[in-house]
């Protein structure tokens, strides 16, 4: 549906983020980003995510300075709290019992860098996600598989996870891992990639 007029390197190692940007035909390198992901004390998730993505994509972008950058940070906040990936799998039950039967946000932080012609285009985008009501057996059985230990907050929405979702209001690969409806459209305002038709 899209090709690259620009080369673009993507500065993270997320499956989820490599699959997104292959789904829409781009050609793209892989580079993930090196950089120490801590939240400061009382930062804001939106300001977190917000200086992850940017952090990520000047690390990469540093590396690639003729090339086109796009990072992404993803984070689950229940109230003020940042959830992060699950540091073993008691704790991703925790996680996961935490938000059971609640509402949560998911919010990304993404850019858009290109070193040589100064641009930064970074931005926020939130979703709103209600869990159903599960107990400690089902959240148990659901880390037994392994899927929510390298995601944050615990759970993934695009496989098993989303048995657990009762609804959202937002976007939902924003929730995955990367707003796409928002990242396509920085990128073909930047004039990075443009629409073609497949023809059968």
Not at 10 to 16: C, I, N, Q, T
Not at 45 to 67: H, T, Y
Not at 163 to 182: D, K
Request: charged share 20%.
């Amino acid at each position: 549906m899209y090709t690259n007029i620009h080369s673009i390197v993507l500065a993270s190692g997320s499956p989820r983020r490599k699959e997104f940007l292959a789904g829409l035909g781009l050609q793209f390198k892989v580079v993930p980003a090196s950089i120490d992901e801590r939240a400061m004390e009382a930062e804001a998730a939106e300001d977190f995510v917000l200086r992850m993505a940017k952090e990520k994509a000047a690390a990469v972008g540093a590396q690639f300075p003729d090339s086109w950058i796009v990072s992404g940070d993803t984070v689950v906040c229940l109230g003020q709290a940042i959830l992060g990936k699950p540091t073993s799998t008691e704790n991703a039950v925790e996680l996961l019992l935490r938000l059971s039967g609640r509402t949560h946000f998911v919010r990304s932080g993404f850019c858009v860098w290109q070193q040589n012609k100064s641009i930064i285009s970074a931005h926020s985008v939130v979703t709103k996600v209600r869990f159903t009501n599960f107990s400690e057996k089902i959240a148990r059985a659901y880390v037994a598989t392994g899927e929510p230990m390298d995601k944050a907050g615990g759970y993934g929405i695009q496989g098993i996870g989303g048995t657990l979702v009762a609804s959202i209001e937002g976007s939902y690969s924003n929730v995955v891992g990367l707003p796409m409806a928002e990242l396509v459209a920085v990128l073909e305002e930047e004039g990075v990639i443009t629409s073609v038709a497949i023809l059968p």
